[in-house]
Protein backbone atom coordinates (compact mmCIF):
# COMPACT_ATOMS: atom_id res chain seq x y z
CA UNK A 1 0.00 0.00 0.00
CA UNK A 2 1.38 3.19 -0.65
CA UNK A 3 2.27 5.72 2.50
CA UNK A 4 0.75 8.53 1.78
CA UNK A 5 1.26 11.48 4.78
CA UNK A 6 -0.99 14.78 5.64
CA UNK A 7 -5.30 14.88 6.02
CA UNK A 8 -7.27 12.73 3.83
CA UNK A 9 -8.61 14.42 0.68
CA UNK A 10 -7.56 14.64 -3.14
CA UNK A 11 -5.14 13.42 -4.26
CA UNK A 12 -2.97 13.13 -7.73
CA UNK A 13 -4.05 9.68 -10.13
CA UNK A 14 -0.26 8.28 -9.40
CA UNK A 15 -1.06 8.89 -5.24
CA UNK A 16 -4.17 6.73 -5.27
CA UNK A 17 -4.20 3.58 -3.97
CA UNK A 18 -5.59 0.63 -5.73
CA UNK A 19 -8.60 -1.09 -4.38
CA UNK A 20 -10.51 -3.56 -5.62
CA UNK A 21 -14.13 -4.22 -4.60
CA UNK A 22 -16.83 -6.68 -5.89
CA UNK A 23 -20.77 -7.03 -5.49
CA UNK A 24 -22.69 -10.18 -6.10
CA UNK A 25 -24.81 -8.68 -8.28
CA UNK A 26 -26.44 -5.02 -9.05
CA UNK A 27 -29.17 -4.50 -6.27
CA UNK A 28 -30.17 -2.26 -4.30
CA UNK A 29 -28.22 -3.59 -1.25
CA UNK A 30 -25.10 -2.43 -3.18
CA UNK A 31 -26.11 1.14 -4.13
CA UNK A 32 -23.46 2.58 -1.92
CA UNK A 33 -20.70 1.06 -3.44
CA UNK A 34 -21.45 3.11 -6.99
CA UNK A 35 -22.89 6.53 -5.39
CA UNK A 36 -19.20 6.29 -3.65
CA UNK A 37 -18.17 6.29 -6.91
CA UNK A 38 -20.06 8.64 -8.87
CA UNK A 39 -19.99 11.05 -5.79
CA UNK A 40 -16.13 11.61 -6.04
CA UNK A 41 -15.79 10.21 -2.82
CA UNK A 42 -13.37 6.90 -3.33
CA UNK A 43 -11.25 9.78 -5.12
CA UNK A 44 -12.00 12.12 -1.95
CA UNK A 45 -10.22 9.54 0.07
CA UNK A 46 -7.36 8.83 -2.10
CA UNK A 47 -8.59 5.83 -3.85
CA UNK A 48 -8.59 4.13 -7.01
CA UNK A 49 -11.78 1.74 -6.34
CA UNK A 50 -12.27 -0.34 -9.22
CA UNK A 51 -15.98 -2.02 -8.94
CA UNK A 52 -16.28 -5.84 -10.53
CA UNK A 53 -19.35 -7.97 -10.56
CA UNK A 54 -18.98 -11.69 -9.55
CA UNK A 55 -22.81 -12.63 -10.32
CA UNK A 56 -22.65 -14.54 -7.31
CA UNK A 57 -21.72 -14.39 -3.68
CA UNK A 58 -20.07 -17.68 -2.95
CA UNK A 59 -18.02 -16.86 -6.09
CA UNK A 60 -17.03 -13.77 -5.35
CA UNK A 61 -15.74 -15.18 -2.04
CA UNK A 62 -13.46 -17.35 -3.64
CA UNK A 63 -12.44 -14.31 -5.54
CA UNK A 64 -12.04 -12.27 -2.58
CA UNK A 65 -10.41 -15.32 -0.88
CA UNK A 66 -7.49 -15.49 -4.06
CA UNK A 67 -6.56 -12.30 -3.28
CA UNK A 68 -7.16 -10.80 -6.57
CA UNK A 69 -10.08 -8.30 -4.50
CA UNK A 70 -9.26 -5.87 -0.95
CA UNK A 71 -13.44 -6.55 -0.49
CA UNK A 72 -16.67 -8.09 -1.33
CA UNK A 73 -19.75 -6.73 -1.13
CA UNK A 74 -22.10 -9.71 -0.06
CA UNK A 75 -24.43 -11.17 2.70
CA UNK A 76 -22.79 -13.30 5.97
CA UNK A 77 -23.98 -16.73 4.66
CA UNK A 78 -21.34 -17.07 2.92
CA UNK A 79 -18.74 -15.65 5.11
CA UNK A 80 -19.92 -18.21 7.62
CA UNK A 81 -20.13 -20.99 4.92
CA UNK A 82 -16.34 -19.67 3.93
CA UNK A 83 -15.17 -19.60 7.58
CA UNK A 84 -16.59 -23.19 8.00
CA UNK A 85 -14.09 -24.26 5.74
CA UNK A 86 -11.48 -22.55 7.24
CA UNK A 87 -11.21 -19.70 5.91
CA UNK A 88 -10.78 -15.92 7.66
CA UNK A 89 -13.21 -13.32 6.79
CA UNK A 90 -15.21 -11.13 8.43
CA UNK A 91 -18.49 -8.70 7.61
CA UNK A 92 -16.87 -4.63 8.50
CA UNK A 93 -20.34 -3.04 7.33
CA UNK A 94 -23.63 -3.44 6.28
CA UNK A 95 -26.09 -2.56 4.23
CA UNK A 96 -29.53 -4.22 5.01
CA UNK A 97 -29.78 -5.59 8.46
CA UNK A 98 -32.83 -7.40 7.36
CA UNK A 99 -34.44 -9.84 4.92
CA UNK A 100 -35.27 -7.50 1.92
CA UNK A 101 -36.61 -10.15 -0.65
CA UNK A 102 -39.98 -11.73 -1.43
CA UNK A 103 -40.74 -14.98 -3.93
CA UNK A 104 -42.44 -14.68 -7.01
CA UNK A 105 -44.01 -16.89 -9.34
CA UNK A 106 -44.09 -16.43 -12.93
CA UNK A 107 -47.85 -17.17 -13.17
CA UNK A 108 -50.83 -18.18 -10.50
CA UNK A 109 -50.49 -21.18 -9.39
CA UNK A 110 -52.15 -23.83 -6.95
CA UNK A 111 -51.40 -23.94 -4.68
CA UNK A 112 -48.86 -21.07 -4.64
CA UNK A 113 -45.91 -23.44 -5.12
CA UNK A 114 -46.75 -26.62 -6.01
CA UNK A 115 -44.88 -29.70 -5.48
CA UNK A 116 -41.74 -29.83 -8.46
CA UNK A 117 -41.72 -25.73 -9.44
CA UNK A 118 -38.82 -25.16 -10.77
CA UNK A 119 -37.18 -22.13 -8.69
CA UNK A 120 -34.26 -19.84 -9.77
CA UNK A 121 -31.67 -18.41 -7.15
CA UNK A 122 -28.11 -17.13 -7.22
CA UNK A 123 -25.80 -20.20 -6.08
CA UNK A 124 -25.82 -22.27 -3.50
CA UNK A 125 -25.20 -21.06 0.22
CA UNK A 126 -26.01 -17.45 -0.88
CA UNK A 127 -28.33 -15.42 0.49
CA UNK A 128 -30.89 -15.92 -1.58
CA UNK A 129 -31.09 -19.19 -1.45
CA UNK A 130 -30.76 -19.26 2.26
CA UNK A 131 -34.01 -16.89 2.13
CA UNK A 132 -35.83 -19.24 0.10
CA UNK A 133 -35.34 -22.34 2.64
CA UNK A 134 -37.15 -19.92 4.97
CA UNK A 135 -40.05 -19.33 2.68
CA UNK A 136 -40.18 -22.51 1.85
CA UNK A 137 -40.50 -23.40 5.42
CA UNK A 138 -43.17 -21.06 6.16
CA UNK A 139 -45.12 -21.94 3.21
CA UNK A 140 -45.26 -25.59 4.32
CA UNK A 141 -42.29 -26.60 2.02
CA UNK A 142 -39.44 -28.30 1.75
CA UNK A 143 -36.22 -27.87 -0.48
CA UNK A 144 -36.81 -31.47 -1.65
CA UNK A 145 -40.16 -30.65 -2.66
CA UNK A 146 -38.66 -28.36 -5.36
CA UNK A 147 -36.32 -28.21 -8.27
CA UNK A 148 -33.52 -25.65 -7.36
CA UNK A 149 -31.34 -24.20 -10.27
CA UNK A 150 -28.60 -21.95 -9.88
CA UNK A 151 -29.69 -18.67 -12.13
CA UNK A 152 -27.56 -15.57 -10.95
CA UNK A 153 -28.48 -12.45 -9.58
CA UNK A 154 -31.77 -11.05 -9.68
CA UNK A 155 -31.85 -9.77 -13.10
CA UNK A 156 -30.61 -12.88 -14.07
CA UNK A 157 -33.56 -14.24 -12.47
CA UNK A 158 -36.35 -11.91 -13.18
CA UNK A 159 -35.01 -12.87 -17.00
CA UNK A 160 -35.52 -16.51 -16.65
CA UNK A 161 -38.54 -16.22 -15.17
CA UNK A 162 -39.67 -13.90 -18.19
CA UNK A 163 -38.27 -16.64 -20.90
CA UNK A 164 -40.46 -19.60 -19.10
CA UNK A 165 -36.70 -21.36 -18.17
CA UNK A 166 -37.92 -21.56 -14.42
CA UNK A 167 -41.34 -20.95 -12.70
CA UNK A 168 -40.19 -19.13 -9.55
CA UNK A 169 -37.49 -16.87 -7.78
CA UNK A 170 -36.82 -14.75 -4.50
CA UNK A 171 -36.35 -11.45 -5.90
CA UNK A 172 -35.29 -7.97 -4.60
CA UNK A 173 -35.25 -3.97 -5.66
CA UNK A 174 -35.50 -3.52 -9.05
CA UNK A 175 -36.35 -6.55 -9.88
CA UNK A 176 -39.94 -6.70 -7.05
CA UNK A 177 -41.47 -3.79 -8.81
CA UNK A 178 -40.47 -4.92 -12.27
CA UNK A 179 -42.11 -8.56 -11.18
CA UNK A 180 -44.90 -6.50 -10.00
CA UNK A 181 -45.46 -4.79 -13.41
CA UNK A 182 -45.26 -7.74 -15.66
CA UNK A 183 -48.23 -9.52 -13.24
CA UNK A 184 -45.86 -12.01 -11.54
CA UNK A 185 -47.34 -13.02 -8.22
CA UNK A 186 -46.05 -12.64 -5.15
CA UNK A 187 -46.03 -15.79 -3.02
CA UNK A 188 -44.05 -14.67 -0.06
CA UNK A 189 -42.65 -11.36 1.23
CA UNK A 190 -39.73 -11.97 3.38
CA UNK A 191 -39.06 -8.50 4.19
CA UNK A 192 -42.61 -7.86 5.72
CA UNK A 193 -41.28 -9.71 9.16
CA UNK A 194 -38.27 -7.42 9.27
CA UNK A 195 -36.50 -10.69 10.17
CA UNK A 196 -32.85 -9.39 11.77
CA UNK A 197 -30.42 -10.73 9.42
CA UNK A 198 -27.46 -9.13 7.71
CA UNK A 199 -28.29 -9.73 3.93
CA UNK A 200 -25.82 -7.37 2.18
CA UNK A 201 -22.19 -6.61 3.51
CA UNK A 202 -18.56 -5.10 3.23
CA UNK A 203 -16.44 -7.95 3.93
CA UNK A 204 -12.59 -8.11 3.91
CA UNK A 205 -10.21 -11.30 4.70
CA UNK A 206 -8.63 -11.02 8.74
CA UNK A 207 -4.99 -10.78 7.06
CA UNK A 208 -6.16 -7.29 4.90
CA UNK A 209 -7.95 -5.95 8.07
CA UNK A 210 -5.11 -6.26 9.97
CA UNK A 211 -2.34 -4.99 7.48
CA UNK A 212 -4.23 -2.27 5.60
CA UNK A 213 -6.53 -0.72 8.47
CA UNK A 214 -5.98 2.56 6.43
CA UNK A 215 -7.03 1.92 3.39
CA UNK A 216 -10.03 -0.04 4.89
CA UNK A 217 -10.95 3.09 6.85
CA UNK A 218 -10.56 5.48 3.30
CA UNK A 219 -13.01 2.86 1.62
CA UNK A 220 -15.79 2.82 4.70
CA UNK A 221 -15.41 7.02 4.88
CA UNK A 222 -16.37 7.05 0.92
CA UNK A 223 -19.10 3.88 1.10
CA UNK A 224 -20.25 6.25 3.98
CA UNK A 225 -20.42 8.91 2.27
CA UNK A 226 -21.75 8.36 -0.49
CA UNK A 227 -24.27 6.27 0.87
CA UNK A 228 -25.30 10.00 2.33
CA UNK A 229 -24.72 11.81 -0.50
CA UNK A 230 -27.18 9.04 -1.89
CA UNK A 231 -29.87 9.85 1.18
CA UNK A 232 -29.58 13.22 0.93
CA UNK A 233 -29.98 14.06 -2.83
CA UNK A 234 -32.44 11.86 -4.58
CA UNK A 235 -32.52 13.27 -7.85
CA UNK A 236 -28.79 12.32 -7.84
CA UNK A 237 -29.24 8.94 -6.57
CA UNK A 238 -32.00 8.27 -8.70
CA UNK A 239 -30.08 8.98 -12.17
CA UNK A 240 -27.23 6.70 -10.24
CA UNK A 241 -29.51 3.74 -10.55
CA UNK A 242 -30.76 4.18 -13.92
CA UNK A 243 -27.07 4.06 -15.09
CA UNK A 244 -26.11 1.43 -13.16
CA UNK A 245 -28.91 -0.68 -12.79
CA UNK A 246 -29.58 -0.41 -16.31
CA UNK A 247 -33.22 1.04 -16.33
CA UNK A 248 -35.31 4.02 -17.32
CA UNK A 249 -38.78 2.83 -15.72
CA UNK A 250 -39.72 5.88 -13.28
CA UNK A 251 -41.34 3.33 -11.08
CA UNK A 252 -38.30 0.86 -10.38
CA UNK A 253 -36.03 3.29 -10.12
CA UNK A 254 -38.29 5.21 -7.38
CA UNK A 255 -39.14 1.88 -5.59
CA UNK A 256 -35.18 0.90 -5.32
CA UNK A 257 -34.17 4.50 -3.88
CA UNK A 258 -37.45 4.38 -1.44
CA UNK A 259 -36.42 0.96 -0.72
CA UNK A 260 -32.58 1.71 -0.18
CA UNK A 261 -33.24 4.76 2.18
CA UNK A 262 -35.25 2.08 4.25
CA UNK A 263 -32.14 -0.20 4.50
CA UNK A 264 -29.26 1.48 4.50
CA UNK A 265 -28.15 2.02 8.47
CA UNK A 266 -27.59 5.61 9.25
CA UNK A 267 -24.38 3.87 10.92
CA UNK A 268 -23.57 1.04 8.33
CA UNK A 269 -23.55 -1.08 11.64
CA UNK A 270 -24.01 -4.97 11.09
CA UNK A 271 -26.73 -5.96 13.15
CA UNK A 272 -25.54 -8.25 15.82
CA UNK A 273 -28.51 -10.03 16.33
CA UNK A 274 -29.05 -10.78 12.60
CA UNK A 275 -25.77 -11.38 12.62
CA UNK A 276 -26.66 -14.48 15.16
CA UNK A 277 -29.93 -15.22 13.17
CA UNK A 278 -27.91 -16.00 10.30
CA UNK A 279 -25.51 -17.90 12.15
CA UNK A 280 -28.22 -20.22 14.09
CA UNK A 281 -30.15 -20.56 10.58
CA UNK A 282 -27.13 -21.94 8.45
CA UNK A 283 -26.23 -24.19 11.88
CA UNK A 284 -29.74 -25.86 11.49
CA UNK A 285 -29.52 -26.89 7.84
CA UNK A 286 -26.33 -29.50 9.44
CA UNK A 287 -23.46 -27.31 8.53
CA UNK A 288 -20.84 -27.96 10.77
CA UNK A 289 -19.21 -24.78 11.90
CA UNK A 290 -16.03 -23.83 13.50
CA UNK A 291 -17.81 -21.27 15.93
CA UNK A 292 -21.22 -19.87 16.34
CA UNK A 293 -20.06 -15.88 18.01
CA UNK A 294 -20.76 -13.50 16.26
CA UNK A 295 -17.53 -11.77 16.59
CA UNK A 296 -15.73 -14.92 14.43
CA UNK A 297 -17.84 -13.21 11.92
CA UNK A 298 -18.31 -9.98 12.13
CA UNK A 299 -15.62 -7.12 13.18
CA UNK A 300 -17.05 -3.98 14.52
CA UNK A 301 -14.11 -2.40 14.70
CA UNK A 302 -13.97 -0.12 11.71
CA UNK A 303 -17.04 1.24 12.05
CA UNK A 304 -16.37 1.45 16.05
CA UNK A 305 -13.44 3.58 14.74
CA UNK A 306 -15.26 5.94 12.16
CA UNK A 307 -17.70 6.43 14.83
CA UNK A 308 -15.33 7.50 17.41
CA UNK A 309 -13.56 9.70 14.83
CA UNK A 310 -16.75 11.86 14.65
CA UNK A 311 -17.07 10.69 11.56
CA UNK A 312 -20.59 9.52 11.16
CA UNK A 313 -22.23 12.29 13.59
CA UNK A 314 -20.55 14.79 10.75
CA UNK A 315 -22.17 12.65 8.04
CA UNK A 316 -25.40 13.07 9.53
CA UNK A 317 -24.68 17.12 10.33
CA UNK A 318 -23.37 17.99 7.29
CA UNK A 319 -26.48 16.13 5.12
CA UNK A 320 -29.08 16.00 7.67
CA UNK A 321 -30.71 12.84 6.55
CA UNK A 322 -33.23 11.33 8.81
Known amino acids: MLALSGPTG ?6 LIPFKVAISTPVVSILPVFLAADGGFYKKQSLDVDIISTEGGTKGMQVLLSGEIQAMHVGLSPVVAANAQGAEVRAIASTTNTLPISLFSAKKLTPPLPKGTTIGISTLGSETDIALTIALKALGLARSDMQINQIGGTSQRFAAMSAGRIEAAPLLEPG ?9 TEVYDLSAAKTPWIFDAVV ?18 AYVEGAYWGMANPDKAKEVISRRFKTKDPAVIDSTYNEFKRLMPRDARPSVEGSANVIKQLASTGLKLRSEKVEDYVDL ?19 AVQ
Open 176 to 184: TTAARQKGF
Open 204 to 221: VTTDYAKDHADAIQRFLK
Open 301 to 319: GPIDALEKSGFIAEMQRQY
Open 10 to 15: AARADE
